[in-house]
């Protein structure tokens, strides 16, 4: 069987090292894919390919590097895949020694949750086949990755600091590695991850094919880049940080308290029944998950902090509509492919103006339509905003909400502590649980006193700020008397006194009394 495809020759030549959006979109039945890989495509209900699996998939199937930027939602996965699984085919072996297995394509990822999800792909993009795959990553027993490893697989899946940890322990071997792709790219470059994946590509041959793949390249990233590839390829099929343009995009002027209101009141207005819920710490994550539970509507947070399989749990539970609003940090901004999700809201305005790009990208995928509705409130809100408008290179106008109905009494549903102190019309402070501190507290005693009135006598207020002063003695009330003559008495503390006796501890035993054979003078 022949496994080797031939280049469509819609694709343009190499030397161009550029590629447009001007190639015409083909089916994946032109691609004369191996059987076992057409079969498990068909069975996905893949026919036409997108602009970015059009141009990156006769590229890849060349062996050439290749920089790919496509808005989210539009199948890069697949892009890089399917070609590496059709030239890895030449190595399909249905041995079961590990030596016949080694890993030839390594995939990494900055996140645990896209890691889980692309090796899924993998696995069913080569069911029909004898090539294995894999996925290691934080969070997890190391156990179960290592006798997996073991057996020997040729589709690794990694983050980078479980990766490390498997290299250290000499569980995985990279010295035949043929392929690498670092998907969400420009978030793999960043600072946080650069030292780890430099140590990872130190482990690789030199003569390999690199593979990029991202939604967002700024210019530094892609002077990065460069160091890594080998007479790249670059491919865009739409403007470069371009957001969907199946995503109807919403600025909301909001302020702090209101923005609850606001997000029970455009869900009701659209009738919507799923949503992501962005914010950008995740001690307001949690907090927030908990607020708008006890509003009514189920929740479920995912950040950081969770557990690997807390964090599963709730990716499943969204999936499978058990949970109406996923609150997520950033954690889940990139790569996430949850199909029908209506809306993403951004509780918070990101502090990097690409991940406005990745979290809007969660909604609206394939085609879909979709809303995304930013809140925008006071402090650094207007300089995060700007950096959005100049990064989609859009002009964004602010809209107003109108409430249907009188916007609930904050202190009664349960305020979200954000480090603000709310204050009465006298500007007297208010503190969480909606009672006046200090100075205010006569204040708030007087009005309560009014609204309910008793027949009880009014006691006295009480001065809780000094102690009780402690009772005089009388003694020192007395004038001064002067002893009689011939009366002076020794002092109490000298009549008192006793001889001092040496004493000897009951643990020392005393000296044997012996007699003695001369008298001593």
């Known amino acids: 069987m022949n496994t080797e495809l031939t280049p469509p020759t819609a694709v343009p030549s190499a030397a161009s090292n550029e590629l447009n959006a001007d190639t015409p979109i083909m089916a994946f039945a032109q691609l004369q894919l191996a059987a076992p890989i057409a079969r498990a495509v068909a069975e996905m209900g893949y026919e036409s390919m997108t602009p970015i699996q059009a141009q990156a998939i006769p590229v890849v199937l060349t062996g050439q590097d290749v920089m790919g930027a496509a808005q989210t939602g539009t199948g890069k996965t697949a892009a890089f895949a399917l ?79 479980r990766l490390l940890d498997h290299i250290e322990a000499k569980n995985a071997v990279l010295n035949q590695v043929e392929y690498v792709v670092l998907d969400e790219a420009d978030r793999m470059l960043d600072i946080g991850f650069l030292p780890d994946l430099q140590r990872i590509l130190s482990y690789l041959p030199k003569q390999r094919t690199t593979l990029l793949f991202s939604a967002t390249f700024s210019p530094e990233i892609k002077r990065l880049a460069n160091s890594y590839l080998q007479n790249p390829v670059t491919i865009e099929v739409a403007r470069s940080n371009a957001t969907a343009s199946t995503v109807e995009q919403h600025f909301y002027s909001v302020n702090e308290d209101s923005k609850r209101h606001a997000l029970h009141q455009i869900l009701k207005q659209r009738g919507m029944k799923q949503a992501f819920v962005f914010v950008n710490s995740k001690l307001g994550c949690a907090r927030l998950a908990r607020s708008l539970e006890h509003e009514g509507l189920k929740t479920a947070a995912l950040h950081g902090d969770k557990s690997q399989d807390e964090r599963l749990k709730a990716l499943e539970a969204f999936k499978k509509g058990e949970v109406d609003l996923l609150v997520c940090t950033d954690v889940a901004a990139r790569g996430l492919d949850i199909k029908d999700v209506p809306a993403v809201f951004n509780f918070d305005i990101p502090f990097n103006a690409e991940d406005y790009v990745h979290r809007i990208g969660r909604t609206g995928r394939a085609g879909a339509s979709g809303l995304a509705v930013t809140f925008v409130g006071g402090g650094n809100d207007a300089r995060l905003l700007a950096d959005i408008e100049k990064l989609i290179k859009t002009k964004v106008e602010l809209e107003a909400v109108e409430f249907e109905e009188d916007q609930p009494d904050i202190r009664k549903q349960g305020r979200i502590n954000d480090g603000r102190r709310m204050y009465h019309e006298d500007g007297s402070a208010v503190s969480d649980n909606g009672r006046s501190g200090g100075r205010q507290g006569e204040h708030r005693r007087g009005s309560r006193e009014d609204t309910y009135p008793s027949s009880r006598s009014v006691r006295a207020p009480r001065d809780y700020g000094r102690p009780a002063p402690a009772p005089r003695d009388p003694f020192f009330d007395k004038p001064y008397e002067a002893p009689a003559v011939g009366e002076a008495a020794a002092p109490s503390w000298e009549a008192s006194a006793r001889p001092t006796t040496r004493s000897i501890s009951a643990n020392i035993k005393p000296k044997r009394k012996v007699a003695a054979l001369f008298k001593s003078e």
Do not use: C, I
Request: no cysteine.
């Open 83 to 161: 070609p590496l699984l059709q030239r890895m085919m030449k190595h399909e072996n249905a041995s079961t020694s590990p030596a016949r297995h080694p890993v030839r394509a390594l995939v990494l990822l900055p996140t645990r949750e896209l890691a889980d999800q692309v090796a899924q792909q993998v696995k069913l993009y080569a069911k029909y086949t004898n090539l294995r795959s894999a996925v290691v990553f934080g969070g997890m027993d190391m156990k179960p990755q290592t006798l997996e490893l073991k057996k020997g697989v040729e589709v690794l899946v990694a983050t980078p600091g």
